[in-house]
C-alpha cells in the first residue's frame, strides 16, 4: 500500500496570504495525483488532477506541482472560502490513498 | 449542475446490515466509473470500494473485503454498497464518487454523504 503523507497537519494563513501544503508519497506514483477541498458538512471537491491539472471552475489561485514521491498544492493568494481541509490522494496503485490533510485556518 | 445523492444511512447494532444508494445523473451511460469513500467521526477521507464502467472489475478495501459488495443498476442511475456484518469501526459519512476522465480513479464528482452510526 501506498503511503501518503500530508504536511503541515495544519497551516495558520491570513486572507490574502500564500499557502503552500505538501504532499509525498511513499514510493513514485508518478503524476497520478488529485488534491481536493473539503468543508464540514459539504462534499469533498476536486481541485487538481494529474499533479498539475486544475479542474473545471477551479480558480487560477490554485495550482499543483511535482512528481514521482513529492507534491505541491499552492494557494496564491488565500480568499475567505478557502478555509477548509485539503488532502491529497495518490491513484497510481489499488488500494487508492489518501494523505491524512492539512487543515488551512485563518490566522 | 450535476449531484450525486447518497442515502440509506442510519443506526445499526454490530453484525447487521444496510445498503447504501446513490444516484447518479447519467449512469446510464455506464462509462462512468464509481467508487465509494468514507470519512470517520475527527478522522480523514478513507476510499472504500469501487466499480468499473460496464461493472466488469470491483476493487475493495482490505478492511471491508468479503463484508461489502458494490454494484450498480445503470437502468435506474443507482450506485449500491451493501455493507454485511457491520462493525462498529465502520461508523463514518460514506460518500460516493465518480471516476475521472480517461478511467482515471481519482475523483471528479462527490455527494455529500450519508451517515451510518451504531447504537450502543
Known amino acids: 500500500e501506498i503511503v501518503m503523507t500530508q504536511s503541515p497537519a495544519t497551516l495558520s494563513v491570513s486572507p490574502g496570504e500564500r499557502a503552500t501544503l505538501s504532499c509525498r508519497a511513499s514510493?513514485?506514483?508518478?503524476?497520478?495525483l488529485a488534491w481536493y477541498q473539503h468543508k464540514p458538512g459539504q462534499a469533498p471537491r476536486i481541485l487538481i488532477y494529474?499533479?498539475?491539472s486544475r479542474a473545471t471552475g477551479i480558480p487560477a489561485r490554485f495550482s499543483g506541482s511535482g512528481s514521482g514521491t513529492e507534491f505541491t498544492l499552492t494557494i496564491s493568494s488565500l480568499q475567505s472560502e478557502d478555509f477548509a481541509v485539503y488532502y491529497c490522494?495518490?491513484?497510481?496503485?489499488?488500494?487508492?490513498?489518501f494523505g491524512g490533510g492539512t487543515k488551512v485556518e485563518i490566522k | 449542475e450535476v449531484q450525486l445523492l447518497e442515502s440509506g444511512g442510519g443506526l445499526v447494532q454490530p453484525g447487521e446490515s444496510l445498503r447504501l444508494s446513490c444516484a447518479v445523473p447519467?449512469?446510464?451511460?455506464?462509462?462512468?466509473?464509481m467508487s465509494w469513500v468514507r470519512q470517520a467521526p475527527g478522522k480523514g477521507l478513507e476510499w472504500v470500494s469501487s466499480?468499473?464502467?460496464?461493472?466488469?472489475?470491483?476493487y475493495y478495501a482490505d478492511s471491508v473485503k468479503g463484508r461489502f459488495t458494490i454494484s450498480r443498476d445503470d437502468s435506474k442511475n443507482t450506485l449500491y454498497l451493501q455493507m454485511n456484518s457491520l462493525r462498529a469501526e465502520d461508523t463514518a459519512v460514506y460518500y460516493c464518487?465518480?471516476?475521472?476522465?480517461?478511467?482515471?480513479?481519482?475523483?471528479?464528482?462527490w455527494g455529500r454523504g450519508t451517515l451510518v452510526t451504531f447504537s450502543s
Open positions: 514510493q513514485s506514483i508518478t503524476s497520478h
Open positions: 464518487a465518480r471516476g475521472g476522465v480517461a478511467h482515471f480513479w481519482y475523483f471528479d464528482l
Open positions: 490522494q495518490q491513484y497510481s496503485n489499488w488500494p487508492l490513498t
Open positions: 466499480l468499473s464502467g460496464g461493472g466488469r472489475s470491483t
Open positions: 447519467g449512469l446510464t451511460s455506464s462509462t462512468y466509473d
Open positions: 494529474g499533479a498539475s
